[in-house]
């Protein structure tokens, strides 16, 4: 009987490998030779099962834009009011800082969609992801009466994220220039204005 194929898990282990080697090294200064030290193998063993070091960071890119969008929809999906969703969003939204391994491989894997398509559809995803599940937060919050907004639901989303993005960045540079609890603060300050609700946290 033929021995069972080994090359899913191969590949699962390269990938890991992969999204540790653009962590330490970024994903500008990364090599095939890196990922291929990393698992002990050659390099050409590599290609055998990623045509390109682009097709393996593209595998990277989609597992961790799968892994935190799924982590807000859970955080959001624990609250029962559309308030408890909207601040448990805003919170699993922005990077604890520059250790923040999930955020800054996300910021490093974006660096490449200003020059690749697939990278940029992705990124895009990643984008309407987010904005989809807070327009349905705040689309609830207004037909409970929750919330009155002042603005459309899409927009208000759209500003939220872009908010988060441009806090993230700030927040996984090498030396900060805010701390996360200052971004959320403000984050928050633009929630209660656009909402109409105070988003207080509730026992």
């Given at each position: 009987m033929?021995?069972?194929s080994k090359?899913a898990?191969?590949?699962?282990?390269l990938?890991e490998?992969?999204?540790?080697?653009?962590?330490?090294r970024?994903?500008?200064?990364?090599?095939?030779?890196?990922?291929?030290?990393?698992?002990?193998?050659?390099p050409?063993?590599v290609?055998?099962?990623?045509?390109?070091?682009?097709?393996?960071?593209?595998?990277?890119q989609?597992?961790?834009?799968?892994?935190?969008?799924?982590?807000?929809?859970?955080?959001?999906g624990?609250?029962?009011?559309?308030?408890?969703?909207l601040?448990?969003?805003?919170?699993?939204?922005?990077?604890?800082?520059?250790?923040?391994?999930?955020?800054v491989?996300?910021?490093?894997?974006?660096?490449?969609?200003?020059?690749?398509?697939?990278?940029?559809?992705?990124?895009?995803?990643?984008?309407?992801?987010?904005v989809?599940?807070?327009?349905?937060?705040?689309?609830?919050?207004?037909?409970?009466?929750e919330?009155?907004?002042?603005?459309?639901?899409?927009?208000?989303?759209?500003?939220?994220?872009?908010?988060?993005?441009?806090?993230?960045?700030?927040?996984?540079q090498?030396?900060?220039?805010l701390e996360?609890?200052?971004?959320e603060?403000?984050?928050?300050?633009?929630?209660?204005?656009?909402?109409?609700?105070?988003?207080?946290?509730?026992?």
């Amino acid at each position: 009987m033929a021995r069972p194929s080994k090359a899913a898990e191969r590949r699962i282990e390269l990938i890991e490998v992969a999204r540790r080697a653009v962590l330490e090294r970024g994903v500008l200064n990364l090599r095939l030779r890196d990922v291929a030290e990393g698992a002990g193998l050659s390099p050409g063993s590599v290609l055998y099962y990623f045509p390109t070091l682009t097709d393996l960071l593209q595998e990277v890119q989609r597992e961790a834009v799968a892994r935190f969008c799924s982590a807000r929809e859970l955080a959001a999906g624990a609250k029962t009011t559309p308030s408890g969703r909207l601040l448990a969003m805003i919170r699993s939204g922005l990077p604890t800082g520059p250790d923040d391994e999930l955020c800054v491989l996300l910021y490093e894997l974006g660096t490449i969609a200003r020059r690749d398509p697939v990278y940029a559809a992705r990124h895009i995803t990643l984008y309407e992801q987010q904005v989809r599940i807070y327009t349905g937060i705040l689309e609830a919050g207004a037909a409970t009466g929750e919330f009155t907004l002042t603005a459309d639901a899409v927009s208000i989303a759209r500003n939220l994220v872009a908010l988060e993005d441009g806090y993230g960045l700030h927040l996984t540079q090498a030396v900060p220039t805010l701390e996360t609890a200052t971004a959320e603060a403000m984050l928050l300050s633009y929630a209660r204005t656009a909402t109409s609700n105070p988003l207080e946290d509730r026992p």
